[in-house]
């Protein structure tokens, strides 16, 4: 199954990777997603940065497309709302629906996505 990788994992993995281990794994076995929400977080900051090759590397990672279902986002929020998870922003909604419609699993270092697993059936 494919992961999709969240911001905060690539944040941590650039930074000093005691978090996220998992992505060297991942990268060797080709498990690794990314979608254009999550590269939008990363680019800008990397390209004020001059990381080059590592834009250019994110943007060989298998890219996962991104058709947003407004009805379906309302109902993730609905559902997290009534089982009480309260703060869950609009693109961390977008990502899950992205990762449900693709089947893959979220590696992320926010702990509301592992709350959402449960509420939303995410892989």
């Not at 693709?102 to 992320?108: F, G, M, Q």
Request: charged share 20%.
């Amino acid at each position: 199954m494919d992961v999709l990788v969240d911001t905060s994992v690539w944040i941590d993995y650039f930074r000093s990777g005691e978090h996220s281990s998992w992505v060297d794994d991942l990268l060797d076995e080709n498990r690794v997603a990314i979608n254009d929400l999550i590269l939008a977080e990363l680019v800008p900051f990397l390209m004020v940065r001059n990381q080059k090759k590592i834009i250019q590397l994110l943007q060989g990672i298998r890219n996962l497309t991104l058709y947003i279902d407004w009805n379906g986002i309302i109902d993730f929020q609905y559902l997290c709302l009534k089982n009480g998870l309260n703060g869950v922003v609009l693109p961390d909604l977008i990502i899950a629906q992205n990762a449900a419609r693709h089947r893959c699993a979220i590696y992320s270092l926010d702990q509301h996505f592992t709350l959402m697993r449960g509420i939303l059936a995410l892989p």
